[in-house]
């Protein structure tokens, strides 16, 4: 098929949900190729999904060892792979006596950490969570009013209730939005849909040791910025705090679809029985897939290389925004999810950057989102940063040439 074909295809039978840009059938490693042979550098992984590159190896062995022994099974049964995903999940975590529960989506094992935050507070009357504004939870329901952003709940009501607004980075904010009935405060470690925003050490600290004082429950989303996306394991782990729970998806199964809840001694025994359930959770299939993801991740060494080649990609990225000070105020991130932040919308760089052959994400306006693969080499970084200097080039002359002169005020026009 053409891309024409599918593009038509889509449109007379798919909800416009989505507005895809490029018709992609073909990956391997950090590239893509679209349905007309045009390759591309892929910085957007399937937006921080497909971080060991696509079509690995070792992951296809993995995938197609377990198709042709078992698919699924339901958690009726025990299936061999799941306890054993589980404990790696949980060693790596450092969450004392951790436990996992395994969805099929970042939204589902948010719903999820909601519901085992509501169950544990349940005796004592507290189901309020508090979660940041600007944050991304998902699209359910409960994920949509967690995500305290507007334009993502805007014609759903009425929303669920007990969910409560701070300010990320904004320790008082949280604060005053305590009260008796708090159960739980939700927060990522960086938002990423927000517009690539670390937190703060402080505020992470502060958070921890708030939610003690307090008797809440801290929980992570690190539904994107886990799975070694940050250079460590989970995005909490670079700031030395240790969450009572935390959700993962995107990165698990490297596309193989696959999400889980993470939750330390306080909270891993709460869904007792036919307290929370899902048909697909955690098939051999989704496990073979994810314990693949780590078992490449580490012998790789693929946590070190994140680190490596994050450091060294925003060092390129921070020679641009210096020679472009006029519209890019700068980068922002931790390890492989990087942030190019303008001064100006973010997507007529983006589509630049497609058109000689790489893509990237435009994120809350004016931000390119970059989110390679943990493997990505040295060269496929100083590829990335020659195709994004040549299309900063073009728009900062583009631009000047739509305002030959900007500092001229009063002059009429
Ligand atoms: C993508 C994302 C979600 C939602 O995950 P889905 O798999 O799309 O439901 C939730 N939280 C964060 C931080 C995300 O980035």
Redesign the pocket.
């Known amino acids: 098929m053409t891309a024409g074909e599918i593009e038509r295809l889509q449109k007379d039978y798919l909800m416009p949900t989505y507005a895809p840009g490029l018709a992609l059938v073909e990956g391997a490693g950090a590239h893509v190729w679209d349905a007309d042979g045009n390759e591309y550098l892929d910085f957007v992984s399937g ?2 999904v497909t971080n060991i590159g696509h079509c690995h190896p070792k992951m296809i062995r993995a995938v197609q060892d377990q198709v042709e022994t078992l698919v699924h099974v339901s958690n009726l049964f025990y299936n061999a792979k799941q306890p054993v995903l589980a404990k790696k999940l949980a060693e790596r975590s450092g969450l004392p006596g951790a436990k996992c529960f395994f969805s099929n ?4 094992s ?1 719903e999820g950490l909601i519901k085992l935050a509501r169950l544990w507070g349940s005796e004592h009357g507290k189901y309020e969570i508090i979660t940041m504004r600007q944050s ?4 359910t329901l409960a ?1 949509l009013t967690a995500t305290g952003q507007e334009k993502v709940q805007t014609g759903f009501g009425p929303l669920p209730q007990g969910f409560v607004y701070a300010t990320f980075n904004d320790i008082d904010s949280v604060e005053e939005a305590i009260s008796s009935k708090t159960a739980a405060v939700l927060v ?1 470690a960086l938002q ?2 927000g517009g690539v925003i670390p937190a703060d050490q402080e505020f992470l600290s502060d958070l921890r040791k708030l939610c003690d004082e307090r008797g809440i429950l801290l929980l992570c ?1 690190e ?3 886990g799975m070694g996306r940050t250079g460590k394991w989970f995005g909490f782990q670079n700031y030395d705090v240790i969450p009572d729970a935390f959700s993962l ?2 990165g698990l199964g490297n596309g193989v679809p696959i ?1 889980a809840i993470v939750a330390g001694e306080k909270l891993a025994d709460i869904f007792q029985p036919g307290r929370h359930a899902t048909t697909f959770g955690g098939t051999p299939l989704a496990c073979a897939a994810a314990l693949s993801v780590i078992e490449v991740i580490e012998e790789e060494e693929l946590l070190a290389n994140t680190q490596m080649m994050g450091a060294y990609f925003a060092e390129g990225l921070c020679e641009l925004a210096m020679k472009y000070k006029k519209w890019i105020a700068g980068v922002r991130g931790l390890g492989l999810l990087l942030g190019l932040v303008l001064d100006v919308p973010a997507a007529p760089l983006q589509k630049k950057l497609q058109e000689k052959g790489m893509l990237a994400i435009a994120t809350a306006g004016n931000v390119l989102r970059l989110l390679p693969p943990l493997n990505v080499t040295q060269e496929e970084i100083d590829q990335a940063l020659k195709l994004i200097g040549e299309a900063c080039a073009d728009l900062h002359d583009e631009m000047a040439e739509q305002s030959p002169n900007p500092c001229v005020c009063g002059e009429g026009e």
Do not use: C, L, M, W
């Not at 991304?136 to 699209?139: A, K, S």
């Open positions: 937006i921080a989506s970042g939204a589902e948010n991304f939870h998902g699209r994920t990522e990423g849909e989303d539904v994107q910025s998806a995107k999400g």
